[in-house]
């Protein structure tokens, strides 16, 4: 607890993980603000201000001094939670025939297929519809999915947020097992992309409880077991099928190890984001004072009047109330922080320059993992005389490349970060000079042209019939280039985004989920035109034409993010 005499306005909101400086309320509403490193809540009751913040020296409730134990045990939490969901989604895959065709016996459901079932001037079969539309549909809900739970996340906290979400996507999973047409599992596919949170929160929890120079290994982490989920999915998935003689089973496996993973977020997770931490702590001392008369310094006070509490999330300078909702207007309060929250990812991505280009170049990457996906299996049944088995197992060889990829951006993201920063501050003989976002991006330079080469080595191995091992390595490749480019954004968008980084990362999740749901839908076209050859060399200069963005923002970022409120620099 420490007390000021004065205070001065700000308009700077609070939106997200990675370092809140401190959060101020004001009595005579209006924001303030103090300088101190530690996160902090300011409350002023006039004339005198009193902070509420975490202790420099040491606080439980900081999540950035917890024991590093207990962190990495949430590390794990979120890796499981995030396995299982890609593992959810993409065993499907290989098997998406085999449910269209057994939904696909009630007449509603053959009706609503048979539009498919046709030849189209794109060549568009069924079959290869309905792989897509298994997949993409889940993309469409994940995209949708973020602009509620980033939003809800920042207001409520990310411990309710993720227990609720990670209830409904169990819900949600045991409609699809218990579907009796195809238009039920579609949406009960879409319902569950709507509940992922592991894209949108893992980064942004990650920033909550590790410093920017320990967040490497982390992050790294996190999305490695995404990735291990959707590359030996396919594999378990078509073997329990095979073994058990049903789909469904499949789907029951994914609820029960969901179920498992959720009772651990239940019993073993703590709330992360530092503003609602500091939040409670100011209603706790709000509560004190009303109940003993005093104000929150301690001193006596009459008569007991409750200090008002005013939070500015307003990017223009708006502020917003963020008292208990005990008046008339509470509800329209609470609706309009709602509402200017799930607007904020789309301010943001559009107010910055430099997340608009990473998220461009970051979501087509992603996409190819899908377009992969859904062109395998007929890849390796029709050319390669694969069995169904068979050919799940060997969607393993994507996650090789991704674990290559993280192992290497374990041992070095945080390394080259250390590398930079110092090299920096000799340079500049500025012993305390803070690193720079952009020391995280050399490694999504290799990513990034790496991609090309791989994807097109892919289609031309598939059109000409080469060698399988080539094919595989050339779709392990491709995943390599695929984690080798996106973890090092992602970290540079926690550094860089700071208080923003929940809601940048939103805006970039959305923008990958929808390019990851309309891309593969051009597969079928450029194959059925151009054959696997040609049709795969137009998403390699695609992604040629993309690439050097990680070496324009390593060179410019700085610069350029100046000219966003959003960023760091400004804040």
């Known amino acids: 607890m420490a007390s000021h005499d004065n205070a001065h306005d700000v308009r700077q ?227 329990i099928a095979a073994w058990c003689g049903s789909w469904r089973a499949v789907v029951w496996v994914c609820i029960v190890v969901a179920g498992v993973c959720e009772i651990f977020f239940l019993l073993g997770f703590k709330e992360t984001y530092s503003v609602v931490i500091l939040r409670k702590r100011v209603e706790r001392e ?113 996650t090789f490349g991704s674990f290559v990829s993280v192992v290497f951006c374990e041992g070095s993201l945080d390394k080259i970060y250390i590398r930079l920063r110092d090299a920096h501050r000799t340079k500049t003989n500025d012993p305390t000079a803070a690193g720079k976002p952009e020391y995280r991006l050399p490694m999504s330079t290799l990513g990034a042209f790496l991609c090309p080469v791989a994807i097109g080595v892919y289609g031309w191995t598939a059109e000409l019939g080469g060698p399988l091992p080539i094919l595989l390595l050339s779709v392990a490749a491709t995943g390599a280039g695929v984690i080798l480019t996106i973890v090092p954004m992602m970290a540079y968008i926690v550094d860089a985004f700071g208080l923003y980084s929940a809601s940048a990362i939103t805006g970039v999740i959305v923008t990958r989920c929808l390019m990851s749901t309309f891309l593969p839908l051009a597969t079928g076209p450029l194959i059925d035109n151009y054959g696997y050859g040609w049709g795969f060399m137009a998403f390699s200069v695609l992604s040629l034409v993309l690439a050097p963005i990680s070496i324009v923002i390593l060179r410019y970022g700085e610069t350029w993010r100046r000219w966003s409120k959003y960023t760091r620099e400004n804040m």
């Open 286 to 398: 709000r509560k004190e004072r009303e109940l003993f008369g005093k104000d929150i310094g301690g001193e006596e006070e009459e008569p007991c009047t409750p200090v008002k509490l005013v939070l500015d999330h307003d990017a223009e300078g708006a502020v917003i109330e963020d008292g208990l909702p005990d008046t008339k207007h509470g509800a329209l309060v609470e609706m309009k922080k709602l509402r200017d929250a799930v607007l904020r990812p789309a301010h943001v991505l559009g107010g910055s320059a430099v997340l608009m280009a990473l998220s461009t170049l970051g979501s087509v990457l992603f996409s190819y993992y899908y377009v992969i996906s859904v062109t395998m299996p007929s890849v390796l049944t029709e050319r390669y005389g694969l069995s169904t088995v068979q050919t799940g197992w060997c969607f393993i060889s994507f």
């Open 13 to 239: 909101p609070l939106l997200a993980s990675g370092g809140a400086d401190h959060v101020s309320y004001d009595g005579s509403e209006r924001i303030t603000s103090s300088s101190s490193p530690a996160s902090s809540i300011t409350a002023v009751n006039s004339p005198k201000e009193v902070t509420v913040e975490f202790d420099p020296n040491g606080d439980p409730e900081n999540p950035q001094d917890w024991p590093l134990a207990f962190k990495w045990g949430i590390v794990l939490m979120l890796s499981m939670m995030g396995f299982i969901t890609t593992f959810t989604c993409i065993s499907m895959v290989p098997l998406a025939s085999t449910i269209v065709d057994d939904l696909s016996r009630s007449s509603s459901a053959t009706s609503f297929f048979s539009t498919l079932n046709v030849d189209t001037p794109m060549g568009i079969t069924r079959a290869a519809a309905s792989n897509v539309l298994l997949v993409t549909i889940w993309e469409l809900g994940e995209a949708a999915g973020p602009l509620l739970i980033a939003p809800l996340s920042e207001l409520h906290g990310r411990y309710i947020v993720m227990n609720v979400a990670n209830t409904l996507l169990i819900l949600s999973t045991v409609m699809a097992a218990l579907s009796t047409s195809v238009p039920m599992f579609i949406l009960a596919r879409a319902l569950t992309g709507l509940s992922v949170t592991a894209n949108v929160l893992n980064p942004a929890i990650i920033g909550d409880i590790f410093p920017a120079e320990q967040r490497g290994s982390a992050v790294s982490m996190v999305f490695l077991a995404p990735l291990v989920g959707g590359a030996i999915g396919p594999g378990i998935a078509t073997s």
